[in-house]
Antibody, heavy 120, light 107 residues
Framework: EVQLLESGGGLVQPGGSLRLSCAASGFTFSSYSMYWVRQAPGKGLEWVSG????????IYADSVKGRFTITRDNSKNTLYLQMDSLRAEDTALYYC?????????????WGQGTLVTVSS | EIVLTQSPATLSLSAGERATLSCRAS??????LAWYQQKPGQAPSLLIY???NRATGVPARFSGSGSGTDFTLTISSLEPEDFAVYYCQQCSKWPLTFGGGTKVEIK
């Protein structure tokens, strides 16, 4: 069974930093692209970033480019999101998600999310 | 960026009724469209991918159709557990984008 467990969320001041983690199990982690998707309180879904299985291909939404960094450690089956220069509008529940087995860029499996609150 | 517009925003129906949800893209996404269901306090779950393929374990009462710019998610007969928010998502072009969601609520 695929399991994704996010951690690292919390309350941070504007301009601060936070590092999210997503521990994966139940599948061959290095074989799958992984993504971060966020959801502001009471709002819809927003794709944030993605990384290929090897880590060699990375992409970001414009809203976070230059501030967030996605990485992965395949030896630890863990996905990361380093979040710097945080803004109030980054407040959201952050989900990690696994790419669909078809190869297309859909989100087949999701974690339960970790809440990031940016406020002074 | 491809904008996905979902309608209606809210659909009020009774159990056993048919639900028809719409997702319209600002430009063609071919068949690269998925539907997700999100229940309160839960992560989204994939229902339909490539416009019309049911994901693993999804009941047959859920069906997707469409191509290009107009897509439909149909729930043939609503079960109590189907009352939730539904999102469409395109993967034709980066950035990946979602629609704003349709809430299916109990009438």
């Amino acid at each position: 069974e695929v399991q994704l467990l996010e951690s690292g969320g919390g309350l941070v001041q504007p301009g601060g930093s936070l590092r999210l983690s997503c521990a994966a199990s139940g599948f061959t982690f290095s074989s799958y692209s992984m993504y971060w998707v966020r959801q502001a309180p009471g709002k819809g879904l927003e794709w944030v970033s993605g990384i290929s299985g090897s880590g060699g291909s990375i992409i970001y939404a414009d809203s976070v480019k230059g501030r967030f960094t996605i990485t992965r450690d395949n030896s630890k089956n863990t996905l990361y999101l380093q979040m710097d220069s945080l803004r109030a509008e980054d407040t959201a529940l952050y989900y990690c998600a696994r790419r669909h087995g078809s190869g297309n860029y859909y989100f087949e499996s999701w974690g339960q999310g970790t809440l990031v609150t940016v406020s002074s | 960026e491809i904008v996905l517009t979902q309608s209606p925003a809210t659909l009020s129906l009774s159990a056993g009724e048919r639900a028809t949800l719409s997702c319209r893209a600002s430009q063609s996404v071919s068949s690269y469209l998925a539907w997700y269901q999100q229940k309160p306090g839960q992560a989204p779950s994939l229902l339909i991918y490539d416009a019309s393929n049911r994901a693993t374990g999804v009941p047959a009462r859920f069906s997707g159709s469409g191509s290009g710019t107009d897509f439909t998610l149909t729930i043939s007969s609503l079960e109590p557990e189907d009352f939730a928010v539904y999102y469409c998502q395109q993967c034709s072009k980066w950035p990946l984008t979602f629609g704003g969601g349709t809430k299916v609520e109990i009438k």
